[in-house]
């Protein structure tokens, strides 16, 4: 089958390795990709956000699937257009992907079929916005309602601070129009893990557990980011919270999307806080996470594209799906100044050394014009190690990183240890 990941991180990267696995894949393309990529895959120039490009290109090139990896794409309805092109494409469609590209929309489905999150409103005026703030007190989380590229939430501290936020958002359009509306939301308390799940539309099938580290510095301080790195599986995550989650949650979730007449198929992202009350839904997501795939892949014993096409015709029900035993880390290389400013276009050093002890996902690279591989992102490299336990993944993954070298590179040095 000749396949095509929409997509250029770290989580595409993933994606493609694994596919590259699978016997049924005889020409694997990537669009647009980046410097790893281009080691399992073909790049293709064509921005993830270029619909019509992307189909035409599709169609062209007589594509016989089409994986839709990031939330933009997916929320602009490239699903829908691949599959009116008679092209078969995974991911949700537009009217799907609303669960993570409308938080109004999600907290909206949640309390309709009372699925357990936190309280919350949604406020399109400012002074409104305001005035709950004053009220509810703090600490209390501000959220942009559409897409920010996973930085559209902040916990404040302070009633001051949930102030700065929703004036960033909404006067100061810090989101564009992705702030113009606001969800605000009570403070939940308690260890957050993330859960994916494949799902078909009725069925779905939950993937291992995995917790990831949101703050850019150590003992989760600074700004937040895509995700500074990631562990699966999570122990906090016991065999009765997963029981939980599927009742009272993961199904219901499912269900109400299809009672809605929003079908989702594709991969469902349960960002979950472990109250003392239950779990609660923190966020949903359309897709897979950046960087929770790929540690969860590393541990995918089973065939990806049977998976995914599984997910896409409704048979999912039918699908085995193994993992490996163990754990898997991710420990992520990012830019010097990274969610903020940052220079790129360093050279990087390493890698094949790194290589022989992990594998090295490329989430922010580009091929220079000698060949060489070079910084082109925030978030640069994703070294993901497996082991017997997660004391060992996560060893052999700060092990793994030791040879890799670029101007300004900062990483955490407390994954999977807070």
Known sequence: MKVLVVGGGGREHAICWKLAQSPRVTELYCAPGNGGIAQVAKCVPIKATDVEGMVQWARENAMDFVMVAPDDPLAL????????????????????????????????????????TAKYETFTDLDNALSYIRAQGAPIVVKADGLALGKGVVVAATVEEAEAAVR???????????????????????PEVTVLAFCDGEHLVPMLSSQDHKRA???NQGPNTGGMGA????????????????????????????????????VIYFGLMLTKDGPRVVEYNARF????????????????????????????????????????????????GYPVKYQSGYPISGLDEAGRLATVFHAGTKIGKDGSILTAGGRVLGVTTTGSNLEEA?????????????????FRTDIGKV
């Open 231 to 266: 562990f699966c599986p999570s122990p906090k995550y016991t065999p009765e919270i997963a029981k939980e989650c599927m009742d009272k949650i993961f199904l219901p979730t499912v269900a109400a999307m299809k009672a809605e007449g929003r079908p989702f198929k594709g």
């Open 168 to 190: 960033d958002m909404m006067e100061g359009r810090k989101f564009g129009d992705s702030g113009s509306t606001v969800v605000i939301e009570e403070c939940m308390v308690g």
């Open 289 to 336: 996470g950046d960087p929770e795939t790929q540690p969860i892949l590393s541990m995918l014993d089973s065939d990806l594209l049977d998976i995914f096409e599984a997910c896409v015709d409704g048979t999912l029900d039918r699908c085995e799906i193994k993992w490996k035993k163990g754990a898997a880390c991710c420990l992520v290389l990012a830019s010097g």
């Open 77 to 116: 309805g490239m699903v829908d257009a691949l599959e009116a092109a008679g092209i078969r494409a995974f991911g949700p469609r537009a009217n799907a992907a609303i669960i993570e590209a409308s938080k109004a929309f999600s907290k909206g489905l949640m309390k309709k079929y009372h699925i357990p």
């Open 217 to 219: 510095y150590d003992g």
């Open 394 to 410: 996560i060893s052999r993954a700060y092990e793994a990183a030791k040879p890799i070298s670029f101007r300004d590179m900062h």
